[in-house]
């Protein structure tokens, strides 16, 4: 494969939450719901403190700018309850009370303020990517982009283009719905594109604002663990055919993996007042699956090498804890103990989704690694699908 990645650049959401902040959050607005006892020991079991959003909780958890009473409005609701026998006097308690019900955001107002600042990390992420690389925007060839929670088109890749100020004959691949595998399926797609032309300069930025998700008006276990679990990042990295000064990782295989009949087991739903991102408790189980067929992939590349083989890093986003140690139980025998430690890491400050890969590589460059190092990243999505990519620090 021989494709060559400069130091990924990382941002983090700014404003910071905490767990207690959102815990707080859903106590003062459901006080009632059944699962309230097992919150404290539920959050604790995400080992997440506090994750980096782009914009802070207030906005997220803000009540939309309408009332009760958005639908129909207050001149057709009168002429109802009048032809209903309403009086008046009644008619305006009635809509008086309607109006003082305050409406959740509609997914304009909640999507809107998280596009815009997708686009802007989305550049960030990029320019410092490109400084790292010694690189000027005019050398970008091709650029690929994902951004799966804020749909909008023309889409992050035009965005960029043009904030950029990229050559006009630049090849933009957008890749909006990749979610958690944009990462590693961003790098193994870039490889195969700079292996047919070697001076090819590749850029990949990937921009999630997952907590649009978060969905104060849910009351189900399910969309607690949504509101705990993410964070919003920024990636970007420059992949070339050639290696470069900067270089850092070569990249040389890589590995894709369906599970046919699993599209209901994580998704995302558009409804009225936004995204939201519905889990089935089955997805862990799937998600195994496609570890499972990892390791034999891995096995059946290097069953020829003539000696025992294993990563000396594995770069992990399976979405959750429960798939980490279930990576760990199941990895083949004599294998080093640790390989998940920058996985672990960046997990503790939340699911960063189609980012979280090359936040993990990042943190993996940034702790130092020696020449030669062999490096496996992976990750797996709703769909659900996985991709993994081999390479070896240089």
């Known amino acids: 494969m021989g494709a060559y990645?400069?130091?990924?650049?990382?941002?983090?959401?700014?404003?910071?939450?905490?767990?207690?902040?959102?815990?707080?959050?859903?106590?003062?607005?459901?006080p009632q719901v059944p699962w309230l006892p097992r919150m404290d020991g539920?959050?604790?079991?995400t080992g997440i403190d506090s994750r980096?959003?782009?914009?802070?909780?207030e906005t997220a958890a803000a009540p939309g700018s309408g009332t009760g009473l958005r639908t129909p409005g207050a001149?057709?609701?009168?002429?109802?309850?009048?032809?209903?026998?309403?009086?008046?006097?009644?008619?305006?308690?009635?809509?008086?009370?309607?109006?003082?019900?305050?409406a959740p955001q509609t997914i304009q107002e909640r999507t809107a303020p998280a596009w815009a600042a997708v686009q802007t990390y989305g550049e960030r992420a990029a320019r410092d990517a490109l400084r790292a690389a010694g690189l000027d925007t005019a050398d970008v060839d091709c650029l690929i982009t994902s951004h799966s929670t804020t749909p909008a088109l023309p889409g992050l890749d035009l965005s960029l283009l043009n904030r950029l100020e990229l050559r006009d004959d630049a090849l933009l691949l957008p890749a909006t719905q990749w979610a958690c595998i944009a990462g590693t399926r961003s790098l193994a797609l870039a490889a195969d594109l700079v292996a047919a032309d070697p001076d090819r300069v590749v850029l990949v930025v990937i921009s999630e604002a997952l907590s649009t998700t978060y969905q104060p008006a849910d009351d189900t276990l399910e969309s607690l663990i949504v509101r705990?679990?993410?964070?919003?990042?920024?990636?970007?990295?420059?992949?070339?055919?050639?290696?470069?000064?900067?270089?850092?990782l070569r990249l040389d295989a890589a590995w894709h993996h369906t599970l046919p009949g699993t599209?209901?087991?994580?998704?995302l739903e558009t409804r009225e007042d936004g995204t939201h991102f519905v889990m089935d408790r089955r997805g862990p189980r799937a998600v195994q699956e496609t570890v499972a067929a990892m390791w034999e992939w891995l096995r059946a590349r290097h069953e020829g090498d003539g000696q025992s083989w294993h990563p000396d890093l594995l770069l992990a986003h399976p979405g959750g804890t429960r798939v980490l140690e279930y990576m760990e139980q199941t990895m083949p025998d004599g294998w080093p103990e640790g390989l998940l430690a920058y996985s672990r890491d960046s997990y503790t400050t939340g699911n960063r989704g189609g980012a979280?890969?090359?936040?993990?590589?990042?943190?993996?460059?940034?702790?130092?690694?020696?020449?030669?190092?062999?490096?496996?990243?992976?990750?797996?999505?709703?769909?659900?699908?996985a991709t993994a990519v081999e390479g070896e620090w240089l």
Do not use: C
């Open 5 to 30: 990645l400069t130091p990924p650049a990382v941002v983090q959401g700014e404003h910071g939450v905490t767990t207690g902040e959102i815990l707080a959050e859903v106590r003062g607005r459901q």
């Open 42 to 45: 539920i959050a604790a079991s």
């Open 52 to 57: 980096g959003w782009m914009l802070p909780l």
């Open 75 to 102: 001149g057709p609701a009168r002429a109802a309850l009048a032809g209903n026998g309403f009086t008046e006097h009644e008619a305006d308690r009635a809509i008086a009370a309607l109006e003082a019900i305050p």
């Open 228 to 248: 705990l679990l993410f964070a919003d990042t920024a990636v970007a990295v420059a992949v070339t055919g050639r290696p470069r000064p900067e270089s850092v």
């Open 263 to 267: 599209t209901d087991l994580h998704r």
């Open 356 to 385: 979280a890969v090359l936040d993990i590589l990042r943190r993996a460059h940034d702790a130092g690694q020696k020449s030669g190092s062999r490096t496996v990243l992976y990750a797996a999505a709703p769909g659900l699908t």
